[in-house]
């Protein structure tokens, strides 16, 4: 019986999470459960779950938790904070922890398991493009294992050797091929970008995700985030990471060796997949997931991704290539950006162009320590707001 953590148990790779955990309560038990602000949710999660903590994001929350606890006659510790998370990441009954905080906020708990050797599920793959290089170290020193839940880098770890050496050429590992689905503007004109709406950009046409996420997936900033993931998870440079637009998203990513194979992982686009692939690795367990029908489907298609299009892929990219702070940068902007946007405060277009004109504006070098990247990710912030605001 393994106890889980799970941070942000409300979003959409939290219920998910839960929706498999509670398939095999045999194997798993919940020990914390966190959520900014829904608190009604987290209640709910609480009754079904029974965790032994629960952390909101304020006071005024936990008051409000604490209260709908009672009226359930359920006695679950309730805390609040970015401490509260880092404890219940590091607890010592705790042996996973699911880190599904939605963007640099997830980044201090996320830390936190490392340092405390944990078993980590990665959804939150900000925290990598912060600091793949000081979370890379920390799995490392730590002897934590950290196994990725999004949907590429999940098929990516399914197709390499066992014995995966974060070396390429050890493994006669030519390229990564990281699929993107496109997004929903992948056929868009391009002249009418500029009049997209949040509600437009959220409506992904093959997956259910967060908010955030989805903004991404239309500007193709997730895939530039994921090019980053997959250079710290795999040790691929940026080079060896190719994407393929590949509308279906049937294929979640590839590995080509040096022979001429390819290895793909297939499923439907469904992230209980990922989900209990990673939280039972190295066995495998039922995650509810329908098996796939390649009849159905029939037709599998791949293009190249045009970047006159998806700007912020080459942004990603240029950023993965400078090193240093500068992805801790494009990720800050792209946090404050895709916020203006969802709030109407800027328009679609206006995503790509901010964010690179912060990554002009700033600038970025090595960094060793963590208080560092948090004070240019600070910096980074400051700039794009004052940008919108002018
Ligand atoms: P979501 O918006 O649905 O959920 C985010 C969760 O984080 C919620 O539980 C929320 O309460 C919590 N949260 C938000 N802000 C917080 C803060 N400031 N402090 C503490 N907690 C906070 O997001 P999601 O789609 O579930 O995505 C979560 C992470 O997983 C993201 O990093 C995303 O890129 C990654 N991911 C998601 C998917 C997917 O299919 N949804 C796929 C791959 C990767
Ligand atoms: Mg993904």
Request: net charge negative; glycine share 6%; proline share 4%.
């Amino acid at each position: 019986m393994q106890s889980i953590s799970i941070l942000g148990s409300t979003g959409s790779i939290g219920v998910s999470t839960l929706d498999v955990v509670a398939r095999h309560p045999d194997r798993y038990r919940v020990y914390a459960l966190s959520a900014h602000s829904r608190v009604d949710e987290l209640a709910a999660q609480c009754a079904q779950f029974r965790p032994e903590v629960a952390v909101v994001g304020s006071a005024a929350a936990a008051q409000q938790l604490q209260k709908l606890l009672q009226e359930r006659g359920l006695r679950i510790e309730v805390t609040y904070g970015e401490q509260a998370l880092c404890r219940i990441a590091d607890a010592e009954r705790c042996d996973i922890v699911m880190a599904a905080i939605v963007g640099a906020a997830g980044l201090a708990s996320t830390l936190a398991a490392a340092r405390a050797g944990k078993k980590i599920l990665l959804a939150n793959k900000e925290a990598l493009v912060i600091s793949g290089q000081l979370l890379m170290d920390a799995v490392a020193r730590h002897g934590a294992t950290l196994l990725p839940i999004d949907s590429e880098h999940n098929a990516i770890f399914q197709c390499l050797p066992h014995d995966f050496t974060r070396s390429l050429p050890q493994h006669g590992i030519d390229r990564i091929l990281l699929t993107a689905s496109g997004g929903p503007f992948l056929t868009r004109e391009v002249a009418s970008l500029d009049d997209v709406t949040p509600e437009e950009a959220v409506a992904h046409p093959k997956w259910v995700m967060g908010r955030k996420i989805s903004v991404d997936s239309a500007t193709m900033m997730n895939k530039g985030l994921e090019v980053i993931e997959a250079h710290w998870l795999f040790g691929a440079p940026a080079d060896q990471i190719e994407v393929v637009i590949h509308p279906q998203s049937v294929i979640h990513s590839m590995v080509s060796y040096v022979d001429g194979s390819v290895l793909a992982q297939l499923g439907n686009p469904d992230m209980r997949t990922p989900i209990a692939n990673a939280l039972a690795y190295p066995d495998r367990i039922a995650s509810g997931v329908a098996p796939l029908n390649l009849a159905q489907i029939a037709q599998l298609s791949f293009t190249q991704p045009d970047l006159q299009r998806f700007p912020c892929l080459k942004l990603a990219y240029d950023a993965l290539r400078a090193g240093g702070s500068l992805a801790a940068i494009l990720n800050a902007a792209n946090e404050v950006a895709v916020q203006a946007f969802l709030e109407r405060k800027i328009g679609f277009r206006m995503i790509d162009q901010l964010i690179a004109r912060v990554m002009d504006a700033i600038p970025y070098g090595a960094v060793s320590d963590i208080e560092t990247l948090l004070e240019q990710d600070g910096i980074a912030r400051a700039k794009a707001e004052a940008l919108i605001a002018s």
